[in-house]
């Protein structure tokens, strides 16, 4: 258990800050494969117990595992942090992903980093820099080429969903940096809260959206398997370490990999191709990304609690170490359950409109 948690990770300088880095762009990088696992392997036409059921036993079993519940006022914060992330996150990608092509989608909820930018600024304290800003502009543009299509067709609903989504995860990833995590709870233990408070807001929404859901085959139990497994459990646990350890701001941009990752499996899987238009959209996201790695801006008053596990630890070794330090943006979503960029699956070669957004809307 003492590796996940968090222990791992804790040596200073660049090796030890990308070592976290890249443990916490697993996360973004399985939500990426979220489309394929949904249309190949899970029910059809079933988001909401696909949410429900990825995100439910994710958190019992962390839970078991960590077997502490939140105390005081870490009830509250519990429940603000699960809804934020992963409850209202959730049912709103899914109403965006029915009213929206996933181009779209998905280039709302890369514009997260930017509103990291700006939350950081009031609930951090944070100066941010130039660098991170100009970071979140091109990783947006780059996800709008890679993804985006000519004509795609704007709807107002989808529209203000997926805002309130991006919106919702951002300012969640900031409380969570914010916050950070009560004396003696490990982040197992956050993460198992969050996944739980959602999973038990998503469970009977799910069961009055959907009704009582169909018997599963075998298949089915396998995508589900990895889904709360690889896609859930360990992949929430990665980041929100990667939040803590990085700051929101750095963490957040390894979002960008979530649209990328889904991007490339269908051109393996699904024989897709890419324009030269695309592949600059790949190589700008790429780049922003890693610009958006830097260490991040000196609050510019005390944002972090003290006493809150392994940041108090590293802020009283180092006060400049990333772990007191944070910068601007978060997942795309989308950041973040469920992601929003995983609603984009490869945009060279989409589905027929009416075939395409039920399929999307299943994968968060």
């Known amino acids: 258990m003492n590796g996940l948690n ?6 200073g300088g660049w090796v030890g800050r990308a070592g976290i880095a890249a443990a916490a762009a697993v996360a973004p990088a399985s939500w ?3 489309y394929l696992v949904t249309t190949q392997m899970l029910p059809e036409g079933r988001p909401m117990l696909a949410a429900a059921i990825r995100v439910l036993p994710a958190g019992l079993l962390l839970l078991a595992l960590g077997r502490k519940l939140p105390k005081g006022i870490w009830w509250w914060r519990a429940i603000v942090l699960g809804m934020l992330n992963i409850g209202f ?3 709103l990608i899914f109403i965006g992903a029915y009213h929206l092509p996933g181009g779209v989608a998905a280039t709302i909820g890369a ?3 930017l509103l990291v930018t700006g939350f950081s600024i009031g609930l951090l304290g944070v100066r941010p820099g130039l660098r991170p800003i100009m970071a979140g502009v091109i990783g947006a543009a780059g996800v709008a080429l890679l993804v985006l299509k000519a004509g795609a067709k704007l709807d107002t609903t989808g529209i203000i969903a997926m805002v309130a989504a991006t919106v919702l995860m951002s300012v969640g990833t900031v409380l969570t940096r914010r916050w950070g995590r009560p004396e003696g709870v490990t982040l197992v233990d956050m993460t198992a809260w969050q996944l739980t408070v959602g999973g038990i807001f998503l469970a009977p929404l799910a069961a009055f959206t959907e009704g009582m859901p169909p018997a599963l085959t075998g298949r089915n139990v396998i995508g589900f398997a990895y889904l ?3 896609g859930t459990a360990l992949a929430y646990f990665l980041w929100f370490r ?3 350890k990085l700051g929101a701001g750095p963490a957040s941009f390894l979002g960008l990999i979530n649209p990328l990752v889904a991007t490339v499996g269908g051109i393996l899987v699904l024989n897709q191709t890419l324009t030269g238009w695309q592949v600059l959209g790949l190589v700008l996201a790429l780049g922003a990304m890693v610009a958006g790695q830097g260490k991040a801006a000196k609050p510019a008053t005390a944002a972090a609690e003290p006493g809150t596990g392994d940041d108090a630890e590293q802020a009283a070794a180092n006060p400049d170490s990333p772990a007191t330090l944070t910068s601007s943006t978060t997942l795309a ?3 973040t359950l469920a992601a929003s960029a995983t609603l984009t699956t490869s945009a060279a070669t989409e589905p027929t409109e009416t075939t395409k957004l039920p399929q999307l809307a299943a994968e968060a």
């Open 6 to 11: 968090g222990s791992a990770g804790r040596g």
């Open 32 to 34: 990426g494969t979220t």
């Open 333 to 335: 979503a989308s950041a």
């Open 89 to 91: 996150f959730s049912p």
């Open 242 to 244: 990667g939040i803590q």
């Open 111 to 113: 514009l997260q980093p």
């Open 228 to 230: 709360v497994l690889i």
